[in-house]
């Protein structure tokens, strides 16, 4: 908690944002009120801090009869709003019982007593205003009994108005013919508070999926060898009634299930595909929540690695943050949290904010992302945050679970997974569709893309192996001529129509001399990765056209007898095709031509496929035809990458080509000293031989020259100075990341954040290692390099908390002797002791009570055993206890116990018994301080009948005065 104290206002940390409480709620904790010294008035003290102040009322001017009135009607009003205002709206009691008794003081208070009435008020104002739901008429008759005769008038509290959604409580006072209401603030019982909600909770992602059916499918493939951690931390925040955080976080470990049968996808290809999947799993049991309500957030590393175990072989991986909304108290026993869920948790929130219910918000939310993956039964489907099915259907397969790995899948063409997930996220939010475009980078180049363009992209491998057959090679593995992408189409067609505005009465036929007949439509909806549809009739579904020049051109050109011989040149995504116009027969129409340079100008480049494989070229003369340059071809330079993919100068990448100072491309020295966070222009061009012209910003780390990335220029360059700042960016609310050193890669760069270094507020990193912080509730963590790489090699480094013996260390008779204070751990107190008692004896970190930390008596230890002191108005000693909690059976420990006068003066002045005698002479009367404060004097009394026994401590002040001891020896002397 921070107390903001200029403005009076409390704050709660929550989930790295300071929440603000209401004004009333933090005056009702934290303000008192006290009278002026020149009695002018109240102070308004909040957290130590005079606020304002509120005068006391002047006297008005004369009542309407003019011959007596020395108080006009605003005097009294003034008096009881000033008086009672500052003082009730200031209540900050504790219990019931105090409210009772100021109640009654305030309803007897003599009413021509100014004193007795300020008296009352202050007694009340030590009273809480947090009352039970008949307060309002506690108020009533209280103060219609106070009808004060103040210089004559009389007033009279006449209405008392509870409104329990704002919580407060308006009371009307009436002096005379004036009114004047207050308003008086209150906080309703929640019992919500104590119950306890128990949860199964799933993370219905697929965590490790391993395929039963055997086939060689390419769309089962993908997803087969889906890998993913053995386990995440989950979070629980507690929300409010207004759907804000209330600064309460929970926390629980899940953990991979055993294997077992999750996922049937049904319809594909006619046939059943079965996965064994571990998905994680954990119960949830807490109480203490605002309202049944909360958020729930998951974080865990997936990648579709094929080589083995996760992470390695630098497989494509990413962190995938997940939320969820869910009403604890609903019947359901299992609460999901995936994909969906988080897609519709930021479209609740969205409704919410707009003014609607969390139910009604929840339900519509529901409905909006059902229908925008386009399930059946939109509008009754089941709540996405308690439906866990072990039978899922094609489409929601492949909407939820392809979806993210059409990211993961495309990582080398879609570099930053979370940004584009979190786009759409964003337009699903506020849109309650995927019907928007948002701008992202695909394939090394800016792009406009739609949701369904992404699960376009992923069906038969990017379009890539298609390519490849459509251009001559067959050895490619491709399902595209089988028919089995009209399964995967068909799921796809709402959205292509929604996002694209397709028509089919607007298409334009396009005919083969071979037969096949079909439409192709120009799209003129702005964005999009596609622009050209074809609309195949006998499927009755629109494909994407990619690069298809043929296609294109039955839109954008007419091919008839004048236009015979022509040629229409096509690009797409930085790869070039070329159709002609033929006639045939009286038959006209657009053909392929393998002459990409076909109707072109000499000199004219590009990346075309020659043997199913994509190249580089230039348009230059066919001298093999004609000895003057009347057609072009395509000539393959020599250099030309073959893979589709950028070639290294001299096997060095970009990278180390910008730090080698024997490149043509050296971009100079990088140190921490001379240049960190300068940036330089680097030819990516030259240095990659790629399609792409532009350049790229390289910046200086401190370390070397790197790639400016997305997160650098959002955050800021991460360099050797801010990784040592420790700072912890924050990414939609739902992501973190901190600046770290990349030790495989030698450089520093934004990487996925724990939620443990949000939690603490500051990073672990590669310049922390070993360093340690301590919570306020006595959490100890330590920034260690971890084991496991991620998917570059590079050391991972988060915080752990460190055990108990790490702290402490172990418990021996020095520790115990030495301890000047108890230790705190995990919110529990211990303190170093021996055990006594058979085979368990020995010295052991136990349990400390509330009175080891108190500054008289210290800690209660074996070696000090018989120490006695006074607390407040009892006696102490360090006794034996075999009640200690925690310790075995049969065993003690050593407590501070309650014990009377005379034990305290035995612990003292040792035992008063026939071995010791009784006191015998004026020199051997002992003196001690009581818990009254002051000194007594004490013998040891012994009755004549005792033969071996206890005798008591028993006061001496006559035996003094007389200056002769009484005692057993001279009874009745």
Known sequence: MNFVKSEATMYACSEGEWVAMNNREAIQYRCTSKELEDKSGFAIICDGDTIGTIKNGINGTDGKDGSNGTNGTNADMDKIQKDIDSKLSSASAKQQKDIDEALKDLSSASAKSQNDIKDAIKSFSSASSKLDEDIDSKFNDAYSSWNAELEDRSCAIVDTVRDNEKAIITVTIRCGEAETEMEIPFTPVNENLAKV??????????????KETKTDDIYEEIWKNLKGGDNAELTV????????????????????????????????????????????????????????????????????????????????????????????????????????????????????DDGNGFGVANELANKDLAHALYLENSEE?????????????????????????????????????????????????????????????????????????????LIDANFFKWNQMQHGDYTAETNVWSGTDAVYYKILQNGFVEAYKLKVEDAKDFNDPSGYSSKVYKSDVKGGYFHYFEYIENEQGWYPVTLWAVGVATVEKVCDADAVNSTFFYSFDGLDDNAVCVCDNGECYWQYTDNVCLGRNKGDKGSAFFDGKIQEYECECDLSASSTCDDLVPGIPSSSSSSGEYSEQN??????????????????????????????????????????????????????????????????????????KGVVKEENGSE????????????????????????????CHYGYVNEKVVTESGYEYVCETVEDLNNNGNHIHNWRELTFEEIYGECDEDKMKNQTEVAVYEGKKYKCNYISGGYSGGYSWVKASVLDEDATLGICTRNRKKDAAIVGDAYYECLSNGNAEGIPASSSSTDWLEIDENEYLNAKFGYCDTDRGDTK??????????????????????????????????????????DKICNRDNEDG
């Open 921 to 962: 002479n004026i020199a051997d009367i002992k003196s001690e301080t009581l818990k009254d404060g002051e000194s007594h004097s004490f013998k040891c009394s012994i009755a004549k009948e005792v033969i071996n026994d206890y005798g008591k401590w028993v006061d001496a002040s006559t035996d003094i005065a007389l």
């Open 736 to 763: 973190h990341y901190k600046c770290d050193y990349l030790d495989k890669q030698e450089k520093y760069e934004w990487a996925p954040a724990e939620v443990r270094d949000n939690v603490l507020g500051v990073a």
């Open 237 to 352: 925040t507690d929300l409010d009634e207004k759907f804000a955080p209330s600064g309460k976080v929970f926390m629980q470990d899940l953990f991979a299930s055993a294997n077992k049968s999750f996922v049937t996808i049904e319809e594909t290809n006619e046939k059943t595909v079965e996965y064994k999947v571990a998905r994680l799993e954990g119960d949830l049991d807490i109480t203490n929540l605002t309202t049944p309500v909360v958020k729930l957030r998951v974080k865990l590393n997936l990648s579709n690695n094929a080589f083995g175990a996760f992470g390695g072989f630098g497989s494509n991986a990413t962190d995938v943050i997940y939320n969820a909304y869910a009403d604890l108290s609903d019947a359901s026993d299992t609460v999901v949290i995936d994909f969906l869920t988080d897609y519709k948790a930021a479209r609740v929130k969205k409704l919410v």
């Open 651 to 724: 096997g060095m990448t970009p990278e180390e080509q910008a730090n080698n100072p024997n490149s043509k491309l050296y971009l100079g020295e990088c140190s921490a000293t001379v240049n960190e966070g300068k940036e330089k222009l680097f030819d990516t061009k030259n240095a990659e031989l790629a399609t792409t012209t532009s350049k790229t910003t390289f910046v200086c780390d401190g370390s070397k020259w790197r790639e400016k990335n997305e997160l650098d220029k959002k955050y800021g360059t991460c360099s050797k100075a801010v990784m040592e």
């Open 381 to 457: 489907y089941p709540s996405f945050e308690h439906y866990a099915p072990d039978q899922i259907g094609l489409a929601e397969n492949f909407n939820s679970i392809v979806w993210v790995m059409a990211l993961i899948d495309q990582k080398d063409k879609t570099p930053g997974f979370n940004s584009v997930y979190n786009a759409f996220r964003n337009v699903f939010a506020e849109n309650g569709n995927f019907n928007t475009a948002v701008n992202t980078t695909y394939a090394g180049k800016e792009h406009s893309m739609f949701f369904v363009d992404y699960l376009a992209l």
């Open 197 to 210: 909600y128990k949860k199964h909770v799933v993370v219905r992602f697929p965590v490790q999926a391993n």
